[in-house]
């Protein structure tokens, strides 16, 4: 038995010893020999757009970066990891309609298509898009509560999302 847990302890040390994929205490993972990131401006191409979405987005994304990880970002070519996208969709919905076709709960969308390229380890990024809503009570104005649901809801989800592709493998 000692044998047999000693030949898979063996396994295990010589399986993990070659790679080459580095863990931080935060979950993400950084390939050996990465130091640099470069999120670009995320531009808003929807039909209908906030104002400051583009840009509250683009800030979120390099601070969760630049918070969780050790890559330095820069604005030019080249760098290790780049993130490069644009927000896609941006609409209001019903969500749930009462026994009298009367709106109940209208919802907030937002659509945004990212490229993730790795120009380091296995050189394996993509392209996707993300999609998050938030719901709220129909009585209320979409101009009174968009910004709540985008900072509170949305744009945290999104970002996660986002990071969590790129760098958590799972």
């Known amino acids: 038995m000692k ?3 000693g030949i898979a ?3 295990l040390l010589l399986a993990f010893g070659g790679c080459s994929v580095k863990y931080s205490a935060t979950g993400a993972s950084i ?3 990465a130091k640099t990131v470069n999120v670009r401006f995320i531009e808003n191409r929807a039909p209908i757009n906030n104002p400051t979405l583009s840009q509250n987005l ?3 994304l390099r601070n969760k970066v630049q918070s969780q990880t ?5 604005n030019e070519d080249g760098a290790d990891y780049e993130f490069k996208g644009n927000i896609t969709g941006y609409s209001f919905s019903n969500a749930a309609v009462t026994n009298v076709d009367k709106a109940a709960t209208s919802r907030l969308t937002v659509t945004i298509n990212i490229t993730f390229v790795k120009r380091i380890g296995d050189k394996k990024g993509y392209t996707q898009a993300f999609t998050r809503s938030a719901d709220f009570n129909a009585s209320q104005l979409p101009s009174a509560v968009e910004n709540g649901l985008l900072e509170n809801n949305i744009l945290p989800q999104i970002v996660d999302d986002i990071f969590n592709k790129a760098f958590a493998n799972w």
């Open 3 to 5: 044998l047999l847990k």
């Open 9 to 11: 302890a063996l396994g």
């Open 31 to 33: 390939d050996q020999g």
């Open 58 to 60: 683009t800030e979120r």
């Open 70 to 74: 050790k890559l330095v970002q820069i």
